[in-house]
């Protein structure tokens, strides 16, 4: 037995291979992009929350600046309440604020704006964009986000005053920088843990298929009696363990039907042989006349004959058996066909005593048929039905459309098969009879090769019976081929 991989195969790629670490590939890359995404999508959230609330302080500072300059243009306190001295009683987030007037000399100053921010690049930067921030980094490398805009003063006579504003944001980019770093040692911790914990949840999930599997390996012609106990399985493992058992099932029935048959061919081969053989043996045991070589000659033609009618009959079942097996369909007159079987066996059934007839219908009735199978067919039971008919008894054949479908059937008048024994008359080589004569000649075939036949056709045979009353042999064909 070749194993799987070669064994010069490297073990990695034998890993890759396995379902368990495909699994466990997938588990890890759907919870590394989940944890992407979340981590992702929070830090956007978080960015843009903190440039929000940075812009409305923007705004409101101008807002305010802006208010004063309009409704109390002259109250110098107020001004330099919110430019110099707000600023320094704030700890966190400062700011910066610069009033110009409209000829651009400084009126106001927040304290050390010229220490930390270079003013010529503020200017610079805030030129095309009034009333938007933008960033921009100070002279010691801390990051702020600065504005200009325009703010009317109700002086007499009215000018326009320039506010330029900056805000200290290096509290909020630390606060981000400090989320990337968690974010990249949670990505890591994720690539690592995820596989470990994804491949050991995929192994313990395919436990079930390897114990199904080593349970197959276990099973050989002389044990299929063992069956997968899918006891605390998943659903989906639990149907595929039932669906393995009941396989198991068929095949240890067909094993034994296999045995059966192949003891049952041994018999019915070796009665022929043997009386052959010692029709032979007696013949050769003296001197014999012409006549009685005739007789042995006889006697061996007839039980090479039942060996060769067995063979022929064994090989018919053996192909009508394959997957392939292709039937010659043609639109065939049912009513005629019946009528060819009664002709040709007219003769037998009245050497016999019996009465052989016919039930057609008004009008003739087709079907789609292999023609020669039919024949065979309708033959066997006909012959059967003859065989086990008494003197005096009646074969009746009879034909008429049912259901979409041909029915076919060969009644008689016989001894009958008990009940019992009813199931089994299908089967090959099964005689009613327990002793296995083969007085009649036959082979316990015929009904095996009425199935097959039928079976071929696409439809089904059904056979009822009563001990002493007789046996009707019901053969539906389906008129649309399958």
Known sequence: M???WPHNAPAASRLRRTLAFRLAAAYSLVGLALVLLATASLYFVLRTELDKSTEQFLA???HVVRTILQERPSDRDALREEIELETAARRYQQFYIRLLDDHGVPILTTPGMADQLDVAELIRRTRNRPEHSVSMTGLHGRPFRVASAIAWAAFSPPRDDTIQIAVDVSQEEGLLRHYRLWFWAILLA????FPLLGYGIA????RPVEEIAATARRITSTN???RIQAEGYPSELASLAGTFNKMLERLEESFERISRFSADIAHDLRTPVNNIRGEEEVALARARTVDEYREVIESTLEESVRLSELIGDLLFLARAERPLTELRRER????????VVCDYYEASASNGGISLVTNQDAEPLTAELDRALMLRAVSNLVANAIAHTPTGGRVTLAARSEDAATRIEVSDTGRGIPAEALPRVFDRFFRVDP?????SGGTGLGLAIVQSIITLHGGQAEITSQLGQGTCVALRIP???S
Not at 190 to 193: A, E, T, V
Not at 203 to 206: A, D, F, T, W
């Open 203 to 206: 192994r313990r999930g395919i």
């Open 60 to 62: 409101d500072k101008l």
């Open 190 to 193: 994720s690539s690592i843990l």
């Open 332 to 339: 065939v007159n049912v009513d005629r066909l019946l009528s």
């Open 224 to 226: 299929l009696g063992e």
């Open 2 to 4: 070749f194993s799987k």
């Open 435 to 439: 002793s296995r004569s083969s007085a």
């Open 479 to 481: 008129l649309t081929a």
